[in-house]
């Protein structure tokens, strides 16, 4: 299951993410996301726990906890929407005179 960890500090690394959710259970990965311009974090990321029940556990537990200052905000990650960023879905072709 794929979870998404958001208000996370600026000091958060990949590491201290995969600690806090391995107490629950296996983590396939852990991501923070990263702005590509600064290379710095945008305060979220995201884990791959293999077992729901273990993921599921782990939202419960750490939705609201405190890591290194901030309280964080975890649930189950949903599915990016297709066409998100198309100009075309906006109707103006992306051009402008």
Same mark, same amino acid.
């Given at each position: 299951?794929?979870?998404?960890?958001?208000?996370?500090?600026?000091?958060?690394?990949?590491? =201290?993410?995969?600690? $806090?959710? /391995?107490?629950?259970?296996?983590?396939?990965?852990?991501?923070?996301?990263? =702005?590509?311009?600064?290379?710095?974090?945008?305060?979220?990321?995201?884990? /791959?726990?293999?077992?729901? /029940? %273990?993921?599921?556990?782990?939202?419960?537990?750490?939705?609201?906890? %405190?890591?290194?200052?901030?309280?964080?905000?975890?649930? %189950?990650? @949903?599915? @990016? $929407?297709?066409? @998100?960023? =198309?100009?075309? /879905? @906006?109707?103006?072709?992306?051009?402008?005179?």
């Amino acid at each position: 299951m794929n979870i998404y960890v958001g208000n996370l500090s600026y000091e958060v690394t990949e590491e =201290d993410l995969r600690t $806090s959710f /391995e107490s629950f259970g296996k983590v396939e990965s852990a991501s923070i996301i990263n =702005d590509k311009y600064s290379g710095k974090s945008k305060g979220f990321g995201f884990i /791959e726990m293999p077992s729901a /029940e %273990e993921a599921k556990a782990a939202i419960d537990g750490l939705n609201g906890k %405190e890591l290194k200052g901030r309280n964080l905000n975890v649930n %189950e990650a @949903r599915p @990016r $929407s297709e066409g @998100r960023r =198309d100009k075309g /879905e @906006r109707g103006g072709g992306g051009y402008r005179y």
